[in-house]
């Protein structure tokens, strides 16, 4: 896929956020006034969305993921972050799907780094008051190249 196609899909994808009592859905370049409420009533103000799947944008086989998901899961326990799961995927298709984490409280730095650590080329990042940011952790031309 062309960069510029990869980060379309990106920014098209279904962001959604298993939440109590009912899913968030989250979209780039857009507030979520529902997330924000949810966050505030856990005492945090900023979150990432980072899945373990496909590293690189290229596929795995389904046991891969869940097992790169656990050890995801896993990192952010140990760094003392709560976290919900989630799920994204293809807008229009629902082609591909990875599970997910919304981290709350971690900052930017330590997002792109965990992110990067499970080899994502980008995460979502955001701040109470700001909109959904797609924040890339690599060049996605470089990512194509490997």
């Not at 799947?53 to 993921?65: H, M, Q, T, V, Y």
């Not at 760094?79 to 930017?108: F, H, K, M, N, Q």
């Amino acid at each position: 896929m062309k960069p510029a196609d990869l980060l379309a899909a990106y920014a098209q994808a279904i962001y959604r956020v298993d939440a109590e009592p009912e899913p968030i859905f989250l979209q780039v370049g857009e507030k979520s006034p529902a997330l924000e409420r949810w966050l505030a009533a856990r005492g945090a103000w900023r979150f990432a969305f980072v899945s373990a799947a496909n590293p690189g944008s290229r596929p795995l086989p389904d046991a891969e993921n869940q097992r790169r998901h656990q050890q995801l899961a896993e990192r952010v326990s140990r760094i003392g972050l709560p976290a919900s799961g989630g799920e994204s995927y293809e807008a229009t298709s629902g082609g591909w799907r990875e599970a997910s984490l919304l981290v709350c409280g971690v900052d930017r730095e330590t997002a792109v780094a965990l992110a990067r650590d499970f080899g994502q080329v980008a995460l979502l990042y955001g701040e109470i008051g700001g909109p959904v940011e797609l924040v890339l952790t690599t060049d996605p031309r470089e990512e194509n190249r490997r």
